[in-house]
């Protein structure tokens, strides 16, 4: 079974601090799809990034970036500069063949509270 | 922008109560996903479907019932409420099968006494 492991339950920094948030799957497809997602208070998910397996290259964005590693299988997350409002859950998620079509395997989800 | 809505934002039911969460998306998605989320448990699938009248069993469909008449909604059924169903609810929609990003709407607290 595909699996998704993200080993920090809670993680709490002070504003201005850099943060990276760690993920880690598992699959035996060749082809497999990965995504972050940000649940705040309000507990509406929002998209962050989808990476397919086929894409290695790291990605910015603003002041978020992925690093994906196939070698270790982990697809992690780094906010720089981290912000009261990037308090949040942040879930990552890996998209799984079921029987009859697809659907996302979530981690538990990492929370994260930022401090002034 | 994709928007998903779901009927309501928090729900008190009492046991044994039937009980429809409705879930309408409006950018023509072929994949609609129901999940709960529990402290400690993450977000789990609990139906999906890739097509009008569709459905698959998800991780826990115990309890549960859905129903997709038309695209654009996908309702989730619980044909008896038990208190092991107080949670939050979240719907999603897709483009594509498998590569498709889902969407979520703003999720259904449920609480049942």
């Known amino acids: 079974a595909q699996k998704v492991t993200q080993a920090q339950t809670e993680i709490s920094v002070v504003e201005k601090e850099d943060v990276t948030l760690d993920c880690v799957y598992e699959?035996?497809?060749?082809?497999?799809?990965l995504f972050w997602y940000k649940q705040p208070p309000s507990g509406e998910l929002v998209f962050l990034i989808r990476?397919?397996?086929?894409?290695?290259q790291n990605e910015i964005s603003g002041r978020y970036s992925w690093n994906f590693q196939k070698s270790t299988s982990s697809f992690n997350f780094t906010i720089t500069a981290s912000q009261v409002v990037d308090s949040a859950v942040y879930f990552c998620?890996?998209?799984?063949?079921?029987?009859?079509?697809?659907?996302?395997?979530f981690g538990k989800g990492t929370s994260l509270l930022v401090t002034p | 922008d994709v928007k998903v809505t779901q009927s309501s934002r928090y729900l008190v039911k009492r046991t044994g109560e039937k009980v429809f969460l409705e879930c309408v998306q409006d950018?023509?998605?072929?994949?609609m996903f129901w999940y709960r989320q529990d402290p400690g448990l993450g977000l789990r699938l609990i139906y999906f479907?890739?097509?009008?009248?569709?459905?698959e069993k998800g991780d826990i469909p115990e309890g549960y019932s859905v129903s997709r008449e038309k695209k654009e909604r996908f309702s989730l059924i619980l044909e008896s409420a038990s208190t092991n169903q107080t949670s939050m609810y979240l719907c999603?929609?897709?483009?594509?099968?498998?590569?498709?990003?889902?969407?979520f709407g703003p999720g259904t607290r449920l609480l049942v006494l």
């Open positions: 699959t035996r497809d060749t082809t497999y799809y």
């Open positions: 998620a890996l998209s799984e063949a079921r029987d009859s079509g697809y659907a996302l395997n």
């Open positions: 999603a929609s897709s483009l594509f099968v498998g590569s498709g990003t889902q969407y």
């Open positions: 990476r397919n397996s086929f894409d290695e």
């Open positions: 479907s890739y097509d009008v009248k569709m459905k």
């Open positions: 950018m023509d998605h072929e994949n």
